[in-house]
Nanobody, 122 residues
Framework: QVQLVESGGGLVQAGGSLRLSCAAS????????MGWFRQGPGKEREFVIA????????YYADSVKGRFTISRDNAKNTVTLQMNSLKPEDTAVYYC???????????????WGQGTQVTVSS
């Protein structure tokens, strides 16, 4: 059972940046694709970005291309989401997720964190 804990959310003005981190409890973290999803007010949870276990492949939602990047440190069991040029529509609870050989498909991910709130003011 992989436990995931997100950190780094908060309030930022439009155009600003935030960095989210996700720490995993298991050494097997390195074998999982790690993804970030978000759920805005009144919306369904949607895919944001993901990185393969080797970090050779990354997957992006069109809405965040050129603004968000993802990285991982398998030695530290952490994954980081760097969010730049934030927009009010990026306001959401952001969830870290882990799954085997996943990309953008939400059902593929087996393990989820509790989420961290990101609020972007206009």
């Amino acid at each position: 059972q992989v436990q995931l804990v997100e950190s780094g959310g908060g309030l930022v003005q439009a155009g600003g940046s935030l960095r989210l981190s996700c720490a995993a409890s298991e050494p097997t973290f390195s074998s999982y694709t790690m993804g970030w999803f978000r759920q805005g007010p009144g919306k369904e949870r949607e895919f944001v970005i993901a990185i393969s276990w080797s970090a050779l492949n990354t997957y992006y939602a069109d809405s965040v291309k050129g603004r968000f990047t993802i990285s991982r440190d398998n030695a530290k069991n952490t994954v980081t989401l760097q969010m730049n040029s934030l927009k009010p529509e990026d306001t959401a609870v952001y969830y870290c997720a882990a799954g085997s050989r996943c990309s953008w498909s939400k059902p593929c991910y087996n393990y989820w964190g509790q989420g961290t709130q990101v609020t972007v003011s206009s």
